[in-house]
């Protein structure tokens, strides 16, 4: 008869820990305050997040060189994004309602762009950079999704993920977001900073998505951004090359505002050369936005704290 106490204890002890592992990792939607109101977006707003993040860099079939990227491009899916932790694929996002999000409301869209959980209450992977986007408005959030619904649409799918265990396990990933997912400013800025430098860590942090590319991967972490180094490089995601320091203490800190924004706009650095590697398309999609977009881009990240190239 002792031992029930015993065993009821026991059992309450797993009952905490089951409940709590359960809380870490179960998907997490938005609160319902802090989504749009359905029909508040508006398309010609929405444009203009769509190019300052690059979604068609992911989401399309990549341009041929020598060609310019659509206006209205077909978001179907684009091609293999290779990492160390397996293949993935940028599903479709068109307006088709079986194999795209066509179906989607609002609230299913800004929870699968910002909490990384799908309409079925899946965890998304961190290949789609909702711990960037995670910082957007709910308006330019509505005002994207208004924008995507007046692209074509598309019956294609894309080809499932090709990922190794226990990478293929989903449910891990809510320790991962635990973890990583945090919709906080990653720099602070100086006090006296200018409305166009505020104006670009919202741009660069936010829905452009800098740091995905340019900031170090912590491998032992599981692949969250080391943000003790943002924005100071490191090995490309897909293996191939190094992205390089964008910080002040870089390979570009010899460049001035007017040049980064001339590179923007034109794809030549100072001395001539030409944009190249993933690089063309992202400054095609930058190219797109208005000067004062990339003039707050350059202020920023004349403004963010310099680390040195051999600092890593």
């Not at 995670?134 to 894309?158: E, G, H, I, K, N």
């Not at 936010?206 to 912590?218: F, L, Y």
């Not at 001395?271 to 350059?298: C, T, W, Y």
Request: charge should be negative.
């Amino acid at each position: 008869m002792r031992r029930r106490p015993v065993f009821a204890l026991l059992a309450g002890v797993v009952a905490v820990v089951v409940a709590g592992a359960y809380s870490l990792l179960r998907p997490v939607r938005l609160e319902p305050a802090a989504i749009a109101q359905e029909g508040s977006g508006d398309a010609g707003r929405g444009e203009r997040v769509f190019w300052a993040g690059g979604c068609v860099s992911c989401h399309a079939a990549s341009v041929a060189p020598g060609t310019e990227a659509t206006d209205r491009p077909i978001l179907a899916g684009g091609p293999p994004l290779v990492t160390p932790f397996g293949t993935f694929y940028g599903p479709n996002i068109s307006p088709d309602p079986e194999h795209g999000i066509g179906r989607w409301s609002l609230a299913d869209f800004a929870n699968a762009l910002q909490r990384g959980v799908d309409p079925a209450g899946r965890h998304l992977y961190p290949a789609f950079p909702y711990t960037s986007y995670s910082r957007m408005t709910p308006a330019d959030v509505a005002d994207l999704y208004a924008f995507l619904r007046t692209l074509p649409a598309s019956p294609a799918d894309a080809p499932p993920n090709d990922l190794p265990f226990p990478f293929n396990l989903r449910i891990s990933l809510g320790l991962w977001k635990a973890l990583f997912l945090n919709s906080e400013p990653v720099v602070t800025l100086a006090v006296d900073a200018s409305d166009a430098a505020r104006r670009g860590q919202y741009l660069v942090e936010g829905p452009g998505h800098c740091g995905e590319c340019h900031t170090p991967r912590r491998l032992s972490g599981a692949g969250g951004l080391d943000a003790s180094l943002w924005l100071a490089g490191g090995p490309a995601p897909e293996g191939d090359g190094r992205i390089p320091n964008i910080t002040p203490g870089g390979e570009l800190a010899d460049w001035s505002e007017d040049d980064l924004v001339n590179y923007f706009e034109t794809g030549f650095t100072p001395d001539f050369d030409s944009v190249g590697g993933s690089m063309v398309e992202v400054q095609h999609n930058l190219a797109r936005l208005p000067k004062e977009d990339l003039q707050a881009i350059a202020a920023y990240l004349k403004a963010v704290p310099a680390i040195e190239s051999d600092a890593q």
